[in-house]
């Protein structure tokens, strides 16, 4: 079931490790298929050396599973909240990438100071909140994502395809999985940047609106004349 999917779901996935974005397998991407309402995601704790397409596990948007000889990545209620929440969306990862990371613990979201930002994310990458003691308790990965969906109810997270969790990490999403682990390689260089922008400068100042808009925009927006 769902064989091609699965295949490009473990690609986008070894792409974790070769991006140096996870150390062992503190990292997972999935993949939907929107005409099913099935989605193709990592299995929990299995070693990427060890790890082969048919291992991932496909799941339905109500949370159970569908097929597969493994338990899903831990993460899966998250993936699932944002699948239901985010209809454009094609792929989700999380990872604990150490740069992005390092701005989720330390609770801000990463100031867009530059091209580089803006060509990806339409403003700042948000942090969300913290989850409260019962949220954390009763469904913890759930209400991870619903607190993400709520970090973008004046958001559009198209503009804006990734978040940081206090306290945790950053999730990403795109089109599809490989798009999703892209926005993934490119919030952790732009969380890198943006720190070693405040190193240097301790009053650095946001880029102005009209960068953010037209670098965003030629790349995104309904005139777009960036690439081929």
Excluded at 172 to 200: F, P, R
Aim: proline share 6%.
């Amino acid at each position: 079931m769902l064989e091609e999917l699965k295949e490009q779901v473990y690609k986008a996935n070894m792409e974790l490790p070769k991006r140096k974005l996870i150390t062992y397998t503190w990292g997972n991407v999935s993949g939907i298929d929107r005409e099913t309402g099935y989605f193709v995601i990592k299995p929990s704790g299995v070693d990427y050396d060890e790890l082969k397409p048919e291992d991932m596990v496909v799941m339905d948007l109500e949370g159970n599973k569908i097929e597969g000889k493994y338990k899903p990545s831990s993460d899966t209620p998250t993936h699932l909240e944002l699948y239901k929440a985010f209809p454009e969306i094609g792929g989700v990862v999380h990872t604990h990438s150490p740069w992005a990371t390092s701005w989720a613990q330390a609770g801000r979201s990463i100031p867009c100071y530059g091209t580089t930002h803006a060509d990806y994310f339409y403003g700042d990458i948000p942090c969300a909140r913290s989850l409260t003691k019962d949220e954390i308790e009763e469904a913890y990965e759930k209400n991870t994502g619903l607190v993400i969906i709520e970090t973008f109810k004046k958001l559009n997270p198209n503009y804006v395809p990734g978040v940081l969790c206090v306290n945790h990490g950053p999730f990403t999403w795109g089109k599809d999985a490989m798009e999703a682990v892209h926005n993934a390689v490119v919030l952790e260089e732009v969380a890198k940047m943006a720190y070693q922008t405040e190193s240097i400068n301790h009053h650095a100042q946001h880029a102005p609106d009209m960068i953010k808009e037209k670098h965003f925009m030629r790349k995104h927006g309904k005139n777009a004349y960036y690439g081929q």
